[in-house]
């Protein structure tokens, strides 16, 4: 049977660890033709060796989502590769240091949004304008949080930047429906991936109150994100825009 994603030229950022590269495995599994992208040049051969090993179409280019030119450069490389681009996923994301809203340094707030929301939007920017020139529409889905629709102490350019990232998603759905280019967001919950793993660390009690709080009494794995961004980008999710959808085991509803 054909994959939910057969013959589609898809993007994908932060490639390289996590629910990046989670999502590139499963998009290639589904029929994607891929260009991962990441800021690690050995982190991304990584991914790109797993895909190929499993027979995937794949390339990968190192970039900085928070430079413009980077951005565009991905997007020129995909179009070189395949002749164009059907799909992205404008994942790449950091959590920032740990510090209470009166505490966060100018210097990490300025990383967080620059790399977490400045990237995203530089990125859109890019897929959207191909998207336009080639006609036919497209589908992106961005990684905002559910610290994208609730408060989290402790982070607050984090917070910030993921409920930028919704909004964002949410303007340029309503901008390019009638072009045919859907728009969504996922929010991911608590996942195990290394980022995840730095939260955690020496904090044993953190990971038990997110199972505490979790409706389904676990944390999410990786590939769960993934193939809710594997429907969200495929045609069987024609009629859905402008979606931040949580994928959170259902945190979101306590
Ligand atoms: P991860 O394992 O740290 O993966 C993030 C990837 O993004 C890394 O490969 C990282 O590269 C890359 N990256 C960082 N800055 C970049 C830049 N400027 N340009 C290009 N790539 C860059 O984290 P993850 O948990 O998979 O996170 C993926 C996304 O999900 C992020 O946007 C995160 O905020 C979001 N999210 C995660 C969770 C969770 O529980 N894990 C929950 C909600 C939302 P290097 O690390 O190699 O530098």
New binding site residues.
Partial sequence: MAGILEGKVALI??A?????RATAQIFAREGARLLI????EA?GAETLKMLKDAGAAAVFMR????KAADAEALVAKTVETYGRLDCAFN?????GALAVTHKCTEENWARVIS??LT?VWLCMKAEITQMLKQGGGGSIVN?S???GLLGVKGMPAYVASKHGVAGLTKAAAIEYGRQGIRVNAVC????R????GRLLLDRPDVEESFVRAEPLKRMGE?AEIGEAVAWLCSDRASYVTGLPLPVDGGLIAT
């Fill in positions: 950022t932060g390289g660890s996590g629910i990046g992208a990441d800021l690690v982190s970039a900085d989502v928070a994942n790449a994301g950091i959590e790399i977490n990237g990684t949080s559910d610290a991911p919950g608590p996942i991936t290394p980022m995840m990786p």
